[in-house]
């Protein structure tokens, strides 16, 4: 089992990735596999791809599959989320009975330059209620022409955990995925069970907050996707003073848990309808 590498103090001083070639080979491998892409006009030098898939419910042909958010790379110092969405885009290995939508780097401009925010210095996981920045007001135009969503998971690192862990938002109180995914990705990395992480309480690396989006002004991505899109997201947390290979491998497996578990639970939900302001 990896170890802590002792060398991300006060900041990520890890691996970088060139992150326009990661961006290339998620398309690559998306088109080889029969998915659509899209991209998501920035500005006139940036754009952010977000690529597709329709499932196929194969039970019942006319059902309307359960449909699936995933994003990474919101923030330019955390490379294990666009590195585990090529390796998910690759392998390929997608339950049939889901609808994917796939946005594999959020702040391309952030990886350029090694640093959590873009290329104004504005941390765009602050940005989704009132966004300045133009990658988040994009992000958001995009995804309110998308439909609501039956799970949104959107994958980070953190380079001051001990561990993997996780934010379970699920107002709804539905089956829990949360302990799940962190017990499969004990098999490959170790999962910080600090009683508090962030300053919130964690049972076991699962952080459920209570919090009212309402009463935050600086949303984060799974604040809006909650509010508007999702009635339960996950946001997975990679400890980055580990290992880089590690890390990929804690994302790659809490996702495919996570898409794996979904199908299976008793309601096989949908949101009603898309409620986007
Ligand atoms: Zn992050």
Redesign the pocket.
């Known amino acids: 089992m990896p170890r802590r590498l002792g060398k991300n103090l006060n900041g990520y001083f890890g691996e970088r990735i060139e992150v326009a070639t990661v961006l290339r080979d998620c398309l690559a491998a998306a088109r080889t596999n029969g998915w659509s892409a899209e991209d998501i006009p920035v500005n006139e030098n940036l754009s952010l791809p977000a690529l597709m898939r329709r499932g196929r419910v194969i039970s019942s042909p006319g059902a309307e599959p359960p449909r699936v958010y995933l994003s990474a790379g919101?923030?330019g110092d955390?490379p294990a989320g666009p590195l585990a969405m090529r390796q998910l885009l690759r392998e390929n290995r997608w339950p049939q009975g889901l609808s994917l939508w796939l946005c594999p780097c959020l702040n391309p401009d952030g990886f350029a330059r090694n640093r959590?925010e873009n290329a104004a210095g504005a941390d765009l996981?602050r940005q989704y209620l009132n966004p300045q920045a133009a990658e988040t007001a994009a992000h958001i135009a995009w995804l309110e022409r998308q439909p609501a969503f039956d799970l949104c998971l959107c994958l980070?690192?953190?380079w001051e955990a001990h561990g993997f862990y996780l934010y379970e938002l699920n107002p709804d109180n539905r089956p829990s995925l949360g302990r799940e995914i962190v017990r499969r990705v004990a098999r490959v990395c170790p999962i910080d069970t600090s009683p508090t992480i962030e300053g919130r309480v964690a049972t076991e690396g699962v952080i459920r907050p209570t919090l009212d989006p309402r009463d935050r002004p600086q949303w984060p991505e799974s604040f809006y996707l909650l509010t508007h899109k999702t009635r339960l997201s996950y946001t997975l947390e990679a400890p980055s003073d580990f290992a880089l290979a590690a890390r990929v491998a804690a994302l790659v497996i809490g996702v495919n848990t996570a898409l794996a578990l979904l199908p299976l639970r008793p309601e096989n939900p949908h949101p009603p309808g898309n409620h986007c302001p």
Request: proline share 0%.
């Open positions: 919101i923030h955390e959590r996981n980070h690192e953190d």
